[in-house]
């Protein structure tokens, strides 16, 4: 229903005039001031890199990235078990105290886990940074592992050898337990883990997750958790990096409350060594009934923070492949897309993973077992017809200005790019700059992206298949070398 002029205020219509009456320099002024730059500002307090872009507005998103994703976990299991200990209680605040005091200002808290990165991350209102950051500074510094209830004090004053850590029985290991249940029932993320485990090994191959068969109760305990976690919140392997907060003033408290974390890990796992990444390729077949996947994987580009290995033409490659619309109802027009357009039933999409040294160029496919067979074929001619160069400028430009656009969006998505900037800044490289980053990928020439699909073709590749393995291809079926 239209509301007519006459029925508005006097002043209503006076305040709508004014805005029609706006002039187009003004209003050109305001998208310019919208489309500022979203650089990020980085420095050192108190031995911790920190990184802040200041954008306006009345909330703050803070974040502690530590070096403590699965890659770097000392034994299985502790990544996980790290991450869910989170805000479960520090020396100085009980998990209930930091509950009620979180929300009480309006606060959201939220703890993940990466391949390379364990995340805490904290929204809130941009006036209670001091709290927030004292917080974070806490959970670094001062979380306690072997809290111990009423029921466990009685239990011990009769039987000395019990086990203290209640909240690890009780709150982290069952949550593990039904994360395992819940991965074995999805085929894709099993498809995706054993592509990384088949291309890499260790390191960026042990799974986001532990999966059913590991055994994870044999490895995790509360002594070695406590160990892990000052190894992992030391401050050569943290960054606090904060959205929506000034630069002098995150400095300032970051040096004020962030002085208790450990200076360097502790003696004993000082010596454990992560080697670089190295790509190995091959091939994994899982039976599942539950449904189809499959991965074919290529050797990808680090991420831009990582510096001189950075390849934006594989996010090109990426993007010319493609498989899954970015228009919803179409079934868009990428080089995949069109290959499959005679097998509905099988769903493709393609993915590039960065990480700190290396990256994993993917597509995978779900579906019918016996278009996902056909798909596959399809996929390997696709590559060949690129490294080739048998297709159009305008396909490569198209593909050029998706890439481009997905690496903005992810810099300026408040999460990606605070995890991307910590990261960068922790693995000795630099914060996630998005005017950088486009420069690079607007620099990408068709030559390029040609000589990319011919390297992943002459190389070796992964394959992982999961589900009905009678009618799934093996790599030598599609023409692949593993």
Not at 205 to 220: E, F, Q
Not at 356 to 364: E, K, R, V
Request: proline share 4%; hydrophobic share 40%.
């Amino acid at each position: 229903m239209m509301i007519s002029r006459s029925s508005l205020g006097r002043s209503a219509q006076l305040r709508l005039q004014k805005q029609c009456c706006v002039s187009p320099s003004n209003r050109r002024g305001l998208a310019a001031a919208a489309s500022g730059s979203f650089q990020y500002k980085t420095g050192d307090a108190a031995g911790v890199k920190f990184a802040t872009r200041d954008l306006a507005g009345p909330t703050t998103t803070l974040a502690v990235v530590a070096k403590a994703g699965t890659r770097y976990q000392i034994l299985p299991g502790f990544s996980d078990g790290l991450e869910k200990f989170a805000f479960k209680g520090t020396h100085k605040r009980s998990s209930l105290r930091i509950t009620r005091e979180a929300e009480l200002l309006g606060g959201e808290l939220l703890a993940y886990h990466t391949r390379e990165a364990l995340v805490l991350s904290a929204k809130f209102l941009r006036d209670d940074l001091p709290y927030f950051v004292e917080l974070l500074g806490e959970v670094v510094s001062q979380t306690k592992f072997t809290r111990k209830s009423a029921a466990i004090k009685v239990l011990e004053a009769t039987k000395p050898t019990g086990d203290a850590a209640h909240e690890l029985s009780e709150e982290v290991v069952p949550i593990i337990k039904m994360a395992q249940k819940s991965l074995l029932g999805r085929p894709t993320d099993l498809a995706v883990n054993s592509a990384h485990g088949v291309a890499f090994h260790r390191g960026l191959g042990i799974p986001l997750h532990p999966t059913s068969s590991t055994a994870v109760s044999k490895y995790l305990n509360a002594r070695d958790l406590k160990l892990f976690s000052q190894a992992a919140y030391a401050k050569p392997n943290i960054a606090v990096v904060a959205n929506g907060a000034s630069h002098d003033e995150l400095s300032k408290w970051v040096g004020q409350f962030f002085t208790e974390a450990p200076s360097s890990p502790p003696s004993g796992l000082a010596k454990v060594e992560f080697p670089p990444t190295k790509y190995y390729g091959g091939e994994e077949r899982i039976a599942h009934d539950s449904g189809n996947a499959m991965v074919l994987a290529f050797p990808g580009s680090s991420s831009f923070t990582s510096g001189g290995s950075y390849k934006p033409e594989l996010a090109v490659l990426a993007a010319l492949l493609g498989g899954q619309s970015s228009i919803k109802w179409s079934q868009g027009f990428s080089l995949l897309a069109k290959a499959l357009a005679e097998h509905p039933q099988a769903h493709i999409s393609t993915s590039h993973a960065a990480y700190s040294d290396a990256g994993l160029l993917y597509i995978t496919m779900t579906g019918n077992a016996h278009h996902i067979r056909a798909a596959t074929k399809a996929v390997v001619k696709t590559l060949k017809d690129v490294a080739a160069g048998e297709v159009s400028k305008e396909d490569i430009r198209k593909a050029v200005a998706l890439a481009k656009f997905r690496a903005l969006e992810a810099g300026q998505n408040t999460e990606a790019g605070l995890e991307s900037t910590g990261a960068g800044l922790v693995s000795g490289g630099k914060a996630f700059q998005i005017d950088e980053v486009a420069e690079h990928i607007d620099g990408v020439s068709d030559e390029q992206v040609k000589k990319a699909a011919k390297g992943l073709l002459d190389g070796k590749a992964t394959l992982s298949a999961v589900g009905d393995l009678y009618v799934l291809p093996f790599a030598e079926d599609i023409g692949l070398h593993v």
